[in-house]
Antibody, heavy 116, light 108 residues
Framework: EVQLVESGGGLVQPGGSLRLSCEAS????????IHWVRQAPGKGLEWLSY????????YYADSVKGRFTISRDNSKKSLYLQMNSLRAEDTAVYYC?????????WGQGTLVTVSS | EIVLTQSPATLSLSPGERATLSCRAS??????LAWYQQKPGQAPRLLIY???NRASGIPARFSGSGSGTDFTLTISTLEPEDFAVYYC??????????FGQGTKVEIK
């Protein structure tokens, strides 16, 4: 089955760091652009970050620019999101999503809770 | 940044009825508009891409239309499993990619 599986979420204190991972299976990961999208509790979807197939072009939402870093390792079929200087408002479920004319495949999400 | 405004916020309908959801963009996105369905505790699922193309495995009762700034998602006959939140999303002018705030289709 074509899928993305996120991991790495958890409880972290304000100002702390966390690294999320997203592993692909049953498709050629290196051929696809990938995004991170998050959803705060009871809220809508917020696009966070994009990376192209080779990892040479990245974009960020203003809300995370300078704090989050997207990267990928095509040899490991994996995408990453390094999150630093975390704030309470970063509390959300974080999804990775494949881009094929739209976000066609989504992971199940991983919950990040920022709280003291 | 392109802002997407969805209406109504909530749609109360009965199974078997027709649902019409609207998404308006603050500037033209051509036909680079997608629709997603999300049920509680689940990831979003792609329904429609490029404004009017059904994604793989999506039933024919879902259809999309529009171009430029005005888009519509229509569910011709609501099935019990269609009660969910629906989001539109644009990829016509990026970054950023943006989502609408969602329309909840609830059982009347």
């Amino acid at each position: 089955e074509v899928q993305l599986v996120e991991s790495g979420g958890g409880l972290v204190q304000p100002g702390g760091s966390l690294r999320l991972s997203c592993e692909a299976s049953e498709f050629t990961f290196s051929n696809y652009e990938i995004h991170w999208v998050r959803q705060a509790p009871g809220k809508g979807l917020e696009w966070l970050s994009y990376i192209n197939t080779r990892g040479t072009t990245v974009y960020y939402a203003d809300s995370v620019k300078g704090r989050f870093t997207i990267s990928r390792d095509n040899s490991k079929k994996s995408l990453y999101l390094q999150m630093n200087s975390l704030r309470a408002e970063d509390t959300a479920v974080y999804y990775c999503a494949r881009d094929v004319r739209a976000f066609d495949i989504w992971g199940q999400g991983t919950l990040v809770t920022v709280s003291s | 940044e392109i802002v997407l405004t969805q209406s109504p916020a909530t749609l109360s309908l009965s199974p078997g009825e027709r649902a019409t959801l609207s998404c308006r963009a603050s500037q033209s996105v051509n036909t680079y508009l997608a629709w997603y369905q999300q049920k509680p505790g689940q990831a979003p699922r792609l329904l429609i891409y490029d404004a009017s193309n059904r994604a793989s495995g999506i039933p024919a009762r879902f259809s999309g239309s529009g171009s430029g700034t005005d888009f519509t998602l229509t569910i011709s006959t609501l099935e019990p499993e269609d009660f969910a939140v629906y989001y539109c999303q644009q990829s016509g002018n990026w970054p950023p990619w943006t989502f609408g705030q969602g329309t909840k289709v609830e059982i009347k």
